[in-house]
């Protein structure tokens, strides 16, 4: 497990425990983490699980592919450390990251 903790829009932090080899969408939902909500459940194709890291944290996390890039891509809202938390899993390398809930 990896603890990771979840800034809501309303600036509410919510740290869990996330099972490694699981996305952190799915971490989002078995925490009740509001703002993840995930229509496609986790296919990767409406961008409602957008998420923003820090530097060290979107370093640290699985790599991006070409068709998460194309949904972000789509939308007005993101950053450049911007990801769809459908395609980042939960790894020990992302123990202590503070995930903003966009």
Do not use: W
């Not at 996305?23 to 998420?51: F, Y």
């Amino acid at each position: 497990m990896t603890q990771i903790t979840f800034i809501e829009n309303n600036g509410k932090e919510t740290t869990v425990e996330a099972e490694d080899g699981l996305s952190i969408m799915v971490a989002a939902q078995d925490n009740n983490i509001e703002g993840i909500k995930a229509i496609c459940n986790g296919c990767c194709s409406c961008g409602t699980c957008h998420i923003t890291l820090s530097q060290s944290d979107y370093d640290s996390a699985s790599t991006k592919y070409s068709g998460e890039q194309q949904v972000l891509d789509k939308m007005r809202n993101i950053e450049p450390l911007s990801r769809l938390s459908c395609q980042v899993i939960v790894t020990s390398e992302l123990s202590g990251a503070k995930i903003k809930v966009k």
